[in-house]
């Protein structure tokens, strides 16, 4: 009864408690209770059996017992009969003190001489005459001492019984529950091993599962679609917050996403800061829409401590278009989600074989970008910088080229990403610097334009190198211009003061490249020490096409000046926008109307015309002839 207990008492406790290692130690023991619960209650049917059985075999032995007793009992009584009659003659006429003397040694009580004794009450022996005939009976009282003492028993035994069948039945009712229990509890702890702790949606491999469940399910018209959601922006409020923050930050993206998404989607945390979908729909559904949604949400505020912002990609895969199997469809959601990393905020892609292919270009790329390195294949072209009064050239920009022998020219746009993911950009950047100095060397009355990527300003190294690389060319070091981007100093701005007042040091200029098209803040670009602001080519093709446009980029202009820096416009490519921006107060222009990028010697032939805006635009064409 204890252990059934114990059993029972082991199970409300797993009850209670939360799914996790503590849980599973005690679905362990709740287990071993079960089983010993399981004994107990055999072995108390098996009890209550055999007592009954006892009951049975014991009152069926002590009649028997009885039996035998009342024959020993005629039989010693038919020895004294004769041994009496030897003595006394016919025993009826036997006086009663003669008849107490045979009753003892007989060992019977209450004989008496009956002439015609009534049958069945009483044990009875015929008492026959020297002719043999009877004369009558000696009767004696029929008593039953084993069945007697057995009967007595029997209340003792059927208590015994009752005890244990109430007890067979407790334990029964008992195991039933521990049973009901326990798998509760395991169901419980299946559940909990099928779901993301944090938010409680469905974790990796549930999702796996689902989507296994739902391809399998799918039918001929439905289409199954696997969505992948990447979250930037999570790690960088877990830094910032202390952690059940950034943990309420995590659970409330789930919930939007649980709030937005119709119920037959399926969505699930599959990774810190990774979140799927599934949903099997009829193919015409509007999945993009949906995914859409699902990113707006996201990208809205959040208010955990103070206002965060997070940024959301995804990805998407379509069975039966885009695959059939489990492997093929996730494969191809990542490959998609990648490609929407790449378009940038807030961008949803379709898996197409156009974007597998552009990760094929990619490994090439990786394969071929240190062997062209080391065979000099990468060259450097350079861009005239004109001023906007007059088309005088004033500097130019170093721009790599890398010709491949097979495949043709691969723009920079392409591969320097890769060179940073790979870690060769510390050596391209080098191998940049240093043949753009060497080549400047011959333009004594120019700046060049050097870019520095996001990875090159992040490490102090680039001090040294810039030194160095100066030292060596002799070239002085106010005409290298160095280019970065915003998003280089948002990230740490503390550091990137630091960087751009050392190189100040050394006396070279800092440019800030592509303004406009990124972060955008001036009031905030007035605690970093620039020399230059290049104004995106964004905005130069926004002038004729938008009203406003030519507005805008006026006020840029004038905020730039204001901020007492110097202010470039790039991708000019027109008669009209080089009019309007030099309107507008700009200071210098770059742009495929005066030149393409060229080889240095085109540089040498343009250096060596006359500066004006027209022969600037006939060496474009030149060079654009060099170039294409
Ligand atoms: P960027 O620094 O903004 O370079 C200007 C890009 O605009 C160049 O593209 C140039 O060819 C192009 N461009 C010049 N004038 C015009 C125009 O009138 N219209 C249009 N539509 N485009 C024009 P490119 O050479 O393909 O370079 C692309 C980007 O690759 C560069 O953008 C720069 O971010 C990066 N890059 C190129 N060379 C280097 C390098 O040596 N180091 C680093 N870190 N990045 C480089
Ligand atoms: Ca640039
Ligand atoms: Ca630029």
Same mark, same amino acid.
């Given at each position: 009864m204890e252990g059934t207990q114990s059993a029972l008492q082991a199970l409300l406790r797993l009850r209670a408690q939360q799914p996790g290692d503590a849980a599973g130690a005690s679905r362990a023991r709740a287990r071993r209770l079960l089983s010993a619960s399981r004994l107990i209650v055999v072995l108390a049917v098996f009890a209550m059996g055999a007592t009954l059985l006892c009951a049975a075999i014991g009152y069926g032995v002590a009649r028997q017992s009885d039996e035998r007793l009342w024959l020993a009992q005629r039989s010693a009584l038919r020895n004294v009969i004769a041994e009496a009659r030897l003595v !006394? +003659?016919? /025993?009826?006429?036997?006086d009663p003190h003669v008849m107490r003397l045979v009753e003892q040694s007989a060992g019977l009580k209450g004989l008496e001489f009956e002439a015609d004794p009534a049958p069945g009450a009483r044990l009875m022996q015929p008492v026959v005459d020297a002719d043999g005939r009877i004369t009558g009976f000696l009767t004696w009282q029929r008593t039953h001492p084993t069945t007697d003492m057995v009967t007595r028993l029997m209340p003792l035994i059927a208590g015994i019984a009752i005890v244990l069948v109430g007890f067979a039945g407790f334990s029964l009712r008992q195991l039933r529950r521990a049973r009901e229990d326990l798998a509760a509890s395991e169901e419980r702890a299946r559940r909990a091993g099928d779901a &993301? #702790?944090?938010?409680g949606l469905a974790n990796h491999g549930k999702m796996l599962e689902l989507l296994d469940q739902a391809l399998a399910a799918r039918g001929a018209s439905m289409a199954t679609t696997f969505a992948l959601i990447e979250i930037d922006g999570l790690a960088d409020a877990s830094a910032e917050l202390n952690a059940p923050a950034s943990d309420d930050l995590t659970a409330t993206v789930a919930q939007r996403l649980q709030y937005v998404l119709p119920v037959e989607a399926q969505c699930g945390r599959i990774g810190s800061n990774e979140f799927a979908l599934i949903l099997t729909a009829a193919? &015409? !559904?509007?999945v993009e829409a949906l995914v859409r949604t699902a990113l707006d949400a996201i990208a809205r505020p959040y208010w955990i401590d103070s206002v965060a912002r997070l940024i959301a990609y995804a990805g998407i895969a379509q069975a039966p278009f885009h695959a059939n199997t489990r492997a093929e469809l996730t494969r191809r959601a990542e490959i998609a989600l990648r490609a929407a990393i790449k378009r940038g905020p807030g961008s949803i892609v379709i898996y197409e074989a156009a974007i597998d292919a552009i990760s094929a270009d990619e490994k090439f790329i990786q394969l071929e970008l240190p062997r062209a390195l080391a065979a000099g294949e990468l060259d450097l072209h350079y861009q005239p910088i004109v001023a906007?009064? +007059?088309? @005088?050239?004033v500097g130019v920009e170093a721009l790599l080229r890398w010709k491949h022998s097979v495949r043709g020219y691969i723009p920079p746009a392409t591969f320097i990403p890769i060179a940073e993911q790979m870690g060769l950009m510390d050596t391209l950047g080098a191998f940049v610097l240093r043949r753009a100095l060497s080549e400047a060397k @011959?333009?004594?009355s120019i700046y060049v334009a050097v870019n520095l990527s996001p990875l090159q300003m992040r490490d102090a190294e680039i001090v040294v190198l810039v030194r160095k690389s100066l030292e060596d060319s002799?070239? /002085?070091?106010? @005409?290298l211009m160095l280019e970065i981007t915003e998003g280089v100093l948002i990230e740490n701005p503390e550091e990137m003061i630091k960087r751009i007042k050392d190189l100040h040091a050394l006396g070279v200029r800092i440019a800030l490249d &592509?303004?406009?098209? +990124?972060?955008?803040?001036l009031g905030y670009l007035q605690r970093f020490p620039l020399d230059k602001l290049k104004i995106d080519k964004s905005f130069v093709a926004a002038l004729g096409r938008s009203p406003n446009g030519g507005v805008i980029i006026q006020a840029i202009v004038a905020l730039g000046r204001a901020l007492g820096l110097s202010v470039l416009v790039e991708g000019v490519e027109t008669e009209e926008q080089r009019v309007l921006l030099r309107l507008a107060g700009c200071d210098e222009m770059q742009g495929y109307l005066f030149a #393409? /990028?060229?080889p240095a010697r085109t540089i040498d032939r343009l250096l060596a015309e006359p500066a004006r805006a027209g022969g600037m635009r006939r060496g474009a064409e030149q060079a654009g002839r060099q170039t294409a």
């Open positions: !006394f +003659g016919q /025993p009826g006429a036997l &993301d #702790k944090l938010t193919a &015409d !559904f509007d906007a009064q +007059g088309a @005088r050239i @011959r333009w004594s002799g070239v /002085p070091a106010a @005409r &592509d303004f406009g098209s +990124g972060y955008s803040n #393409k /990028p060229a």
